[in-house]
């Protein structure tokens, strides 16, 4: 896939998912704005110039609506961004780099589907996941940055 082209895509695509698995309910509506509005943001960032991180932060109200479509969806659909955001950072160049984010993610995944069951949980759940994973991305971001200053690639 051409440089550039990984996010918007993944972008597009998670924003038209829900509105698909909420036909028939009171929230369709808010679906289809909510997912046009993403895709108009995300269209007007490409133009502006490739900045893959905000196209992953400008998906993330589509994946709250994805939460009442299925948890395990959204983990999925969080799991394809997540990574789609680390290769398209350069962050994963090989097969030995996705084992570590696939485990984590799937430690993730098996933490929503043992709480979503319990209506107690979905807020904190709702939270942990996104913030799990962009602290994962910051952390990963800092590492990047502190390697490429030693080896002096640095911009």
């Known amino acids: 896939m051409r440089t550039g082209v990984l996010m918007p895509f993944l972008l597009v695509a ?8 909420l036909l028939g309910t009171p929230t369709l509506p808010a679906a289809i704005i909510i997912g046009a509005a993403c895709i108009l943001a995300g269209y007007l960032v490409s133009r502006a110039g490739r900045n893959d991180p905000v196209l992953f932060l400008i998906v ?14 959204t983990v999925a659909l969080e799991t394809v961004l997540v990574l789609g955001l680390l290769y398209s950072l350069g962050l994963l160049s090989g097969g030995e780099n996705l084992a570590l984010p696939v485990l984590f993610l799937m430690v993730i995944a098996a933490i929503a589907v043992l709480l979503s069951t319990l209506p107690h949980v979905f807020v904190p759940l709702s939270l942990f996941i996104p913030v799990a994973a962009l602290t994962w991305l910051a952390i990963l971001g800092l590492a990047y940055r502190t390697t490429a200053h030693t080896k002096g690639d640095a911009p």
Do not use: F, N
């Open 60 to 73: 993330q109200p589509c994946m709250a609506l994805c939460w009442y479509v299925s948890p395990i969806l």
């Open 14 to 21: 998670s924003a038209c998912i829900p509105p698909l698995g």
